[in-house]
């Protein structure tokens, strides 16, 4: 029999807030957290505007051991003490406890900054931390030494599915017996000339620089592109029996996943992959379509990805789910992001209200869903489908429900 999974544990830090409470309060209130970049360095760069932690990590970490690593790192292990407290701190055998946490770039401010350093300074100027730091399972690293997990510290890279795919890979490791409780979610922080410049490069990077708040507009018929963010969202899962021995109290359940690739581009959406991922969430789940009462788009705020997922989820789902895209609030927290969106998917099950889709004032006369805006919506989803998708063809769904 396969093994439920319940959600018990939530922690984030993100450009709404830097914990879940205040970051959901801010989802529902339809809250911006993209700002100007005031740095020198953004000066001379076309993409003047990101969504920036609303809580310096350095805030709430130890300071000899935030300098030690990768702001990557940082935000991961500020999320994993939140949602592990939030959990209850589970009396559970090391060897039953394993970590997931997914990036994108991974230590990309530590590589680019050290690389700095040896080109003005010379090699014995390089900190001796730069490759833990750099290293893109750094912060599954740091999140298991900090929880004593035993069980495997894994972190997945698959672009802006890596969240999405590490909370299904910590459901496939409790259901195959290989853990009673798994941490899992996504974590990012690269916000650098570097990617603001290679993305402005492609096109893919919103340019309206003098009104931030207003830049991200997932569905909007003047979207022209995201807006890069960084944060942190780690949940706790666990095996259902072992969380109800404890009493513990659980928020929703993952009830299925869908993890699949297009071998079709390296950059370019395809439909089919998208389509299939959502089937494979809704058969692990033993749900059809008509169960699914809300969806936390992908929906970036690029012309041609938003109109592809819209497509793509009239085709799997339908046109009848309340959906809402949160990267309009947030900006896009890569690596992060497919925990961020899973994040607000269970807490619209949850608490039965779904947030809204911020600047869409204008919808795309060619999607032709039902788009959460103006204001949060009081919606009792029986089920919520959140998707995720990343360069490279990757696509990673998820299905929650009501916990029992």
């Known amino acids: ?78 999320a994993a003490r939140e949602a592990w407290a939030d959990a209850g701190r589970p009396a559970v055998d090391p060897e039953r406890l394993a970590v997931v946490v997914g990036t994108g770039t991974g230590g990309a401010l530590s590589m680019l900054g050290q690389d700095d350093i040896l080109e003005a300074s010379g090699v014995r100027k390089v900190s001796p931390h730069t490759v833990p730091m750099l290293m893109a399972n750094g ?22 599915a890596s969240g999405a795919e590490a909370i299904a890979l910590g459901m496939d490791l409790i259901r195959l017996g290989r853990a009673d409780v798994v941490v899992a979610g996504g974590a ?3 916000i650098h000339p570097l990617p603001l410049a290679g993305f402005a490069q492609a096109r893919a ?6 009104a931030p708040g207003e830049a991200s507009r997932p569905f909007d018929a003047g979207r022209d592109g995201f807006v890069i963010g960084e944060g942190a969202v780690l949940l706790v899962l666990e095996r259902a029996g072992f969380a109800a021995a404890r009493g513990a109290r ?15 581009h390296i950059t370019a959406a395809h439909q089919d992959g998208q389509v299939r991922a959502m089937r494979l969430a809704l058969a692990g789940a033993g749900l059809s379509p008509l169960d699914i009462g809300h969806i936390h788009a992908h929906a970036t705020s690029t ?79 029986r089920a919520a489908l959140t998707n995720s998708f990343g360069f490279g063809g990757h696509n990673a769904s998820l299905v929650f429900t009501a916990a029992p």
């Open 1 to 78: 029999m396969t093994a439920e999974v319940m959600v018990t544990g939530l922690g984030a830090t993100t450009p709404l807030g830097g914990d879940v409470p205040s970051t959901w309060a801010a989802m529902l209130a339809g809250e911006s957290g993209v700002t100007s970049l005031d740095d020198a360095w953004a000066r001379e760069l076309p993409v003047r505007i990101a969504a920036r932690l609303r809580v310096e990590p350095t805030a709430v970490l130890d300071r000899v051991q935030a300098r030690r690593m990768d702001r990557c790192e940082q935000v991961a292990l500020v």
């Open 250 to 264: 659980a928020h929703a359940a993952l009830a299925g996943a869908g993890v699949t690739s297009d071998a079709h």
């Open 303 to 381: 012309p041609l990805g938003d109109l592809v997922e819209a497509r793509s989820i009239a085709e799997a789902v339908g046109t009848h789910p309340a959906v809402t895209a949160t990267k309009s609030m947030t900006g896009h927290l890569f690596g992060a992001a497919g925990a961020a969106g899973a994040l607000a998917a269970l807490l619209a099950v949850r608490d039965g209200v779904v947030p809204p889709t911020r600047n869409l004032t204008d919808p795309d006369p060619a999607i032709a869903l039902d788009v959460v805006a103006g204001g949060a919506r009081t919606v009792r989803p």
């Open 139 to 160: 912060p599954a690293a740091w999140v298991s030494i900090e929880l004593g997990a035993r069980g495997g510290a894994h972190a997945p890279v698959s672009a802006c």
């Open 188 to 190: 990012e922080a690269c």
């Open 205 to 210: 990077h919103s340019t309206r620089n003098d």
